[in-house]
């Protein structure tokens, strides 16, 4: 039994400290996609992970125009001051913005349109039909 409480072939990547390279190592190989551009605070985690791409759909700024409150800093101004993080990062955005937007500008502007599938119903929400 180690000192950790493990046994000695089981805590040897963790108390070695390898489990934690292999993690960092992982993420440089992975592709983050989410439906809207992120905040700066999760762009900022973004970088730091060491993500080899991040793609989104929906702009902060669509999302300000579609009337949802934002935190007015683009992902591109996040990655723009990340620049000596030793893993470089691709950002691609606004990607399928056609099937993204659907999804986020309904809720906060009676007069966009509803996701595919969903209607507006006479409270004004879009329910799937
Ligand atoms: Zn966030």
Redesign the pocket.
């Known amino acids: 039994m180690s000192a950790c409480g493990l046994w000695k072939r089981d805590c040897e990547p963790y108390c070695a400290g390898t489990w934690r390279a292999d993690a960092i190592r992982a993420f440089t190989e992975l592709s983050l996609y989410t439906n809207a551009e ?2 700066p ?2 762009a900022s985690a973004i970088r730091w992970a060491g993500f080899r791409e991040y793609i989104y759909g929906t702009s902060i700024q669509t999302l300000i125009e579609g009337g949802q409150a934002q935190i007015r800093v683009a992902s591109l101004e996040i990655f723009r001051q990340s620049f000596d993080l030793p893993n470089p990062a691709r950002l691609i955005g606004e990607v399928l913005t056609n099937e993204t937007d659907p999804y986020l500008l309904w809720q906060n502007n009676p007069a966009a349109p509803c996701p595919a599938g969903c209607s507006r119903s006479v409270n004004g929400s879009c329910t799937p039909h």
């Open positions: 992120s905040c605070m999760c």
